[in-house]
């Protein structure tokens, strides 16, 4: 037991109270035996005096002191009286227990005769209460000593001795000295066996209280002690027992509770942190994803406006060289090699004006002429016009179209440029001997959940060609960016088609695996936008 808990100063100071306690109870209890006792005592030894005294009266009536002397004697061996002695009225010892003191004289201001002498005149009839009284004798050993007068009766003063006249009313007196030392044995085994039961009681009083202190307060305390120590250093898994349902329970049931809910806003911050974790990230991407935008944009701008002056300041002078090519041409005998040079002239001449057509395209802000038309009908019929090169290089053009799609919002000439673009990049990825699927089908806008997603048409273009890399996946819409050999490609047909399907509300997904292929999700909305009036839609549908 430590001297710093509780269960130690509760048994602690309970044992000094209960000893305190007990000790003034055991004082009290001895000091009323003492009184009660010592009473008695006192009444004994007076009611013995009395009885000695009429029992010594019939000897002195007849003169004989040798009676006297043995009845005492005989009285002091069988009460085991320390001494018994008669004095005259003169103070003088005539009888006693104790032979060498007969003859002498009592001190009158003795303690013995202060009862009696000390007033003026004497008391005859002292009290009965002032008839015995203790004190040490000359051996220090504690004795009660008991007087009882001897008055002169009508037997006395009529007796044929006639020693004592009639007026003298006390002839002597009988001192009988009792010893204590029994009594005070007795008294103090009684005490020691007092205190020894009350010493008994304070320890198996002080064991029992400590037993239910430790069992009632001081194992909740501790309970309660440690869930704080867990709780400071963040353990929040572990309750304290609930021992009992008194207020320790009570506050260990609140510690639980609180504990818990301690717990539950933890795990909630922990959740809430992650949410926003995933949030920022989430809205970090769309920031990303708009600046990229945004970049793009500016960038498109600024190659547009690039393109528009460029185009027009090349247009001019190839158009010039394109007639002249001609005029020479046509003087110039056929299969010559001055005509197979400019025939190689004007190709490329009018090469250059395509992509100068081109360039001009993408600059300008066209906007797309809508209507309802059927998607995969247009599908059908850009394959139709790329299938015959691509089956000239064994590659397999397969459509799966979804012909339940109704008509959708669109502007047929842009979308159409779009899917001839999307399937030329695809005959260019393949090359030779592979396949090209075009896939329609319905869908949901994947950039928000599916409960705020739109309706969506998804056109799939899919090649097993050698791939785009990793690296050239964020630039492929970006103007004149191409991975092609020098004069398959100008880097325009990605960027244009970007363009398109934004202006129609839709977007561009990439999945590519070098080696493997590449797929092309073009994503139009499926319904028209709220501005389109439902005559329009109604007529489309007729």
Known sequence: M?????????????????????????????????????????????????????????????NQPTYVDRIIRDVADQEKIDRIRILNKDGRI?????????????????????????????????????RTWTFKDTDGRPVLASMEVIRNEPTCYTAACHQHPR?????????????????????????LGIAGVSLAFIVIASLLVGFFVHRLVYLPLRDLESGAQRLATGNLD??????????????????????????NSREELRESARTLEQKVEKRTRELRRAQAETMRGEKLASVGLLASGVAHELNNPLTGILTFSHLL????????????????????????????????????????????????????????????????????????????????????????????????????????????TIRTRRALDPRVSAAEAKPMVAISVIDTGCGIPEKNLKRIF???????????GTGLGL????????????????????????????????????AVSESKISEAVS
């Open 94 to 130: 005539i009888h006693s227990t104790y032979s060498p003191e007969i003859g002498e004289f009592v001190d009158r201001n003795a303690e013995a005769c202060t009862t009696c002498h000390g007033s003026d005149p004497a008391t005859t009839r002292p009290p009965k209460g002032q």
């Open 329 to 436: 041409r046509e003087k110039m005998p056929d299969k010559s090699p001055d005509a197979e040079d400019m025939d190689l002239v004007i190709r490329e001449t009018k090469r250059c004006a395509a992509i100068i057509k081109r360039l001009l395209d993408f600059a300008r802000e066209k906007q797309p002429e809508k209507k309802f038309t059927d998607l995969n009908q247009i599908i059908a019929d850009t394959v139709r016009i790329v299938e015959q090169p691509a089956h000239l290089r064994d590659i397999e053009i397969v459509l799966d179209l979804d012909r339940s799609l109704p008509p959708i919002w669109i502007d047929a000439d842009q979308i159409k440029q779009v899917i001839m673009n999307m399937v030329v990049n695809a005959q260019h990825a393949v090359e030779e001997k592979g396949n090209i």
């Open 238 to 263: 572990q309750p304290i027992p609930v021992r009992s349902g008194d207020e320790f329970g009570k506050l260990a049931s609140s510690f639980n509770a609180m504990t818990d809910a301690l717990r």
């Open 2 to 62: 430590q001297p710093r808990t509780l269960k130690f100063k509760v048994v602690l100071y309970l044992s000094i109270a209960l000893s305190a306690g007990m000790l003034l109870f055991t004082g009290l209890v001895a000091w009323f035996l003492y009184t009660e006792i010592l009473g008695k005592v006192s009444d004994h030894v007076t009611q013995l005096s009395e009885v000695i005294t009429k029992s010594t009266r019939f000897a002195m009536l007849q």
């Open 167 to 191: 007026e003298t009313s006390v002839l002597g007196v009988l001192d009988i000295v009792y010893s204590l030392e029994d009594f005070n044995s007795k008294l103090r085994t009684s005490t």
């Open 495 to 530: 960027s244009v088609s970007h363009g398109i399907v934004e202006a129609h509300g839709g977007f561009i997904e990439v999945e590519s695996r070098v080696g493997e292929g590449s797929t092309f999700r073009i994503f139009l909305p499926l319904t028209p936008p709220s």
């Open 478 to 488: 970006d103007p004149f960016f191409t991975s092609k050999d020098v004069g398959r």
